[in-house]
């Protein structure tokens, strides 16, 4: 019989802990901060024991452990790696302003403005950077389509997401989300059982992740040169162009640069265990799921910009309708090939899925609920030579590793 969670400590101590700050919000009594670990995510430290009921509350909705999908016995057919599909598009921003600063198009911030300034949402919940520290990343809620584009771009470094979501719900303003999977997991389970999360939040837009780099990966950026954090004033992952440069401004004004591979094949091993295991990294909870459109997967050199978008829901297609007939986003349609042609990582990270989770069960550790996620059906679709290999790949490493220590991407080319 597999053991089931049982404490806060025990979600950080076997690597089941993303860093999203929820717990932080759902245990005030705890005194939990979000602090940099030994592998360079962010996780939570707790000043004081949870009461039981905020304990309770953490095991019930934290995304670590609980995950659950549109697979339900009494949904529809679904696609059985993209689930839901409402309608799939490749497409970019219309401004070329924001199609160059955004990661990618910039679908996912003319989206946002359109929800902001046609009044749909009063702020749309995204990252931007912290004031205090280049590499840091906080949660924001931005009201203006300006505030919107400075959220621009992809922060390939963690940041507790939803450590401020109760103060943003106080607010009592509609707004939408515009972030990872995992953070959207996270909305998801808090609206299973909090209705002003449900009244409140919207709408939500999740990127494709292919995983999230420690502040560490920043860190070896920098140190290769000759910088350190407290050197640099500005680091930009990407953007800037498709997919733009990585760059870190040092505090005399010079400028060093590096490409877009540094962070996936120099510097892979900054991963963090959970998303190794990821049940949804595409952002199948989500209204609109939004990622690169690279044929293949990898970006052949600097492009002018574009995206690959899915609608799971009526009120994601909505959206997508209604931005563009305002004229914010330019859209072809497109079908899940497209989605499947561009994100071969993510193809195979949800058919390997059954046979990672049955190594995480065999290595003795607890037992997440990763629910309604079509993962059978996704290994069924592959090899059993594949399957043989992720199950030893992960056991292995949950004999050999400490359970949260620095895993390798496997987003490579
Ligand atoms: C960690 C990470 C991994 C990714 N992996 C993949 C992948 O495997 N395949 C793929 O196709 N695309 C991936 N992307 C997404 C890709 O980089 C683009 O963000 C996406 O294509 C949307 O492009 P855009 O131009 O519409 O985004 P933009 O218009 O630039 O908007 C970016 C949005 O992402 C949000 N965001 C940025 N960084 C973070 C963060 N750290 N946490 C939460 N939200 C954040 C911003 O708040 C904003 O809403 C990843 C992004 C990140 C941050
Ligand atoms: S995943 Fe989020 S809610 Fe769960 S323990 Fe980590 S920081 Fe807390
Ligand atoms: S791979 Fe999954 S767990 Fe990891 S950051 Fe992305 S969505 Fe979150």
Not at 163 to 183: Q, S
Not at 215 to 223: P, T
Not at 316 to 332: H, S
Not at 373 to 383: E, K, S
């Amino acid at each position: 019989m597999p053991r089931t969670f049982e404490s806060l400590a025990d979600i950080v101590e076997t690597g089941f802990c993303i860093g999203c700050g929820l717990c932080k919000a759902l245990a005030p009594g705890a005194e939990i901060v979000m602090q940099e670990a030994a592998n360079g995510h962010l996780r939570p430290v707790a000043g004081r024991s949870p009461a039981p009921a905020e304990e309770a509350a953490i095991l019930r909705l934290c995304p670590g452990i609980n995950v659950t999908g549109p697979f339900s016995a009494d949904a529809p057919p679904l696609d059985p790696v993209w689930g839901e599909v409402r309608r799939v598009a490749r497409g970019h921003a219309a401004d070329p302003g924001v199609r160059f600063l955004a990661a990618a198009g910039g679908i996912m911030t003319a989206l946002s403005q359109h929800l902001v300034e046609s009044g749909q949402v009063r702020a749309v919940l995204q990252v931007r950077p912290d004031g205090t520290d280049a590499l840091a990343s906080q949660p924001v809620l931005n009201r203006t389509a300006d505030a919107v584009l400075e959220s621009a771009g992809s922060r390939y470094a963690t940041c507790a997401t939803l450590e401020m979501l109760p103060e943003f719900l106080d607010g009592g303003e509609p707004f939408a989300v515009a972030m990872k999977p995992c953070d959207i997991a996270a909305i998801r389970n808090l609206q299973a059982e909090d209705v002003r999360a449900r009244e409140l939040i919207v709408l939500t837009i999740a990127l494709f992740c292919g995983t999230v780099p420690s502040l560490q990966a920043s860190d070896d950026f920098l140190a290769r040169r000759g910088l350190a954090r407290d050197d640099i004033t500005a680091f930009r992952w990407r953007g800037h162009g498709c997919p733009g440069p990585t760059v870190a401004t040092a505090r005399d004004g010079r400028t060093f640069e590096g490409d877009y591979a540094e962070f996936w094949v120099d510097n892979p091993w900054t991963t963090q265990f959970r998303c190794k295991i990821c049940p949804d990294a595409v952002g199948l909870q989500a209204d609109i799921a939004v990622g690169d459109a690279w044929p293949g997967g990898w970006p052949k050199g600097e492009d002018e910009g574009w995206n690959a978008v899915i609608a799971h829901t009526e009120a994601g297609a909505r959206l997508l309708a209604d931005a563009e007939a305002a004229g914010r986003i330019v859209l072809q349609e497109a079908d899940v090939a497209l989605l499947s042609d561009t994100q071969p990582h993510h193809v195979a990270l949800r058919e390997a899925l059954a046979a990672r989770l049955a190594a995480v069960r065999v290595a003795g550790l607890p037992e997440p609920r990763f629910e309604d996620l079509g993962l059978a059906a996704c290994a069924a679709a592959v090899d059993t030579a594949v399957l043989a290999k992720n199950f030893e790949g992960t056991l292995r490493r949950l004999r050999d590793a400490a359970r949260d220590a620095p895993a390798q991407a496997d987003y490579t080319p």
